[in-house]
């Protein structure tokens, strides 16, 4: 095992908080994240119908890949020969990456859980393979990932409370071994809390990580069938115990909703396929709720997506006019839909910051539900 390594080119700093919403700079070495932030998902290091340059106009400041999907397929040879994934797809500012723990979970009858790791099979050809936390590790370091997340275990949210312990407790053995596994000072490395829905569980491992030396922490394991009210209870028992001067970072959610309820809870970061695969699909997430561009209602529509967004799309095209490229099956209507729903996500995130910065973050939460005539949730 390697000494550990500290990252010289992470820092965060915490800007102001309002109640337990909490504004914050994060610093990479390809750039700064301002907090709250939410990032779309460029799983096989494109995010889905959208150039890099395009994610640049509506103020993108991160986006995330995955370790898994990018191993299996280019392969780490064809990223080494890039120079690593940023020159690979153009993309200069920062990129987090999963360290694809979740999807080989999700393999089930395809994996093997070992001590030592997890042996399993290629989901497109069959073929085996071998993730360890060293070898989880080596690959984001090959990525050249501004932000590195470890190895862990995400059990299902019903699973038996002894299997949960178990899995907690072999996740905490393999974030160490990502610790003394890292090598590239430029590369941080966030540690995963886990513990299902269960409060003191997640509690308990949320003490137990504080004490290594992660640049940032994350709350794994929701977003995969709990219902909204467990989510953010789990998220409110949890950030407590997070330490308060590094980024926090809630994985895979999720719905407008859910990041204005856990900022409300502390969560900083944010990432979710729901805006990218909505869009494609013709739904709309606005400020009014979601609208549906392919309903019949909106074909003689000359309103925009969105009358109190100023996105490309929302400024140039109609409701009519998107749903006709549906309609005839053109690209360029999931182009202009998700573009509109990931500049609605980015400015979403905008407004909650200056809120917060501005010691108003009460008023804008109500304000959101306002705008979509729901009541506001009790914290």
Not at 12 to 28: P, S, V, Y
Not at 178 to 203: N, S, V
């Amino acid at each position: 095992m390697n000494e550990l390594v500290e990252c010289k080119t992470f820092s965060f700093e915490l800007q102001n908080c309002d109640g337990a919403a909490r504004a914050g700079r994060i610093k990479t070495r390809n750039g700064e994240i301002q907090t709250p932030i939410f990032m779309p998902v460029g799983t096989l290091g494109t995010v889905k119908s959208m150039t890099p340059e395009e994610l640049v106009r509506f103020n993108t400041q991160i986006i995330l890949g995955n370790t898994y999907h990018l191993y299996i397929r280019p392969g780490l040879d064809v990223i080494e020969a890039h120079g690593g994934l940023h020159k690979m797809m153009n993309w200069d500012k920062p990129i987090l990456t999963d360290s694809g723990g979740f999807q080989v979970f999700s393999l089930k009858d395809l994996r093997k859980i070992e001590e030592d790791g997890v042996t399993f099979q290629d989901h497109i050809d069959g073929s085996k393979h071998f993730f360890s936390p060293e070898k989880v590790i080596e690959i984001q370091e090959v990525l050249g990932s501004d932000i590195m997340m470890v190895f862990d275990e995400c059990p299902p949210h019903d699973a038996p409370m002894d299997y949960l312990q178990k899995s907690i407790d072999r996740t905490t053995r393999w974030e160490e071994r990502c610790l003394k596994a890292r090598t590239r000072d430029d590369c941080a490395l966030f540690g995963i809390i886990q513990g299902a829905t269960d409060p003191a569980l997640r509690r308990q491992h949320a003490q137990t990580l504080r004490s290594f030396d992660f640049d940032g922490f994350a709350i794994g394991g929701l977003s995969v069938g709990e219902d909204a009210p467990s989510m953010y209870s789990t998220v409110e028992a949890t950030t407590p115990e997070m330490p308060s001067d590094k980024p926090r970072y809630l994985m895979g959610v999720g719905k407008p909703e859910n990041l204005i309820e856990n900022i409300a809870r502390g969560v900083d970061m944010f990432d979710c396929v729901l805006p990218s695969r909505n869009g494609r699909n013709g739904q709309c997430l606005t400020h009014s709720g979601v609208v549906n561009i392919r309903n019949a209602q909106h074909r003689l529509s000359l309103d925009p997506i969105d009358a109190d967004c100023n996105c490309y799309a929302c400024t140039h095209y109609t409701r009519s006019y998107i749903r006709h490229l549906f309609k005839s099956k053109e690209i360029l209507a999931a182009r202009l839909c998700t573009w509109h729903n990931l500049a609605y996500y980015l400015k979403l995130m905008e407004s909650a910051r200056e809120s917060i910065l501005e010691n108003r973050f009460a008023a804008f939460r109500k304000s959101f539900y306002d705008k979509r005539s729901q009541a506001v949730p009790m914290l």
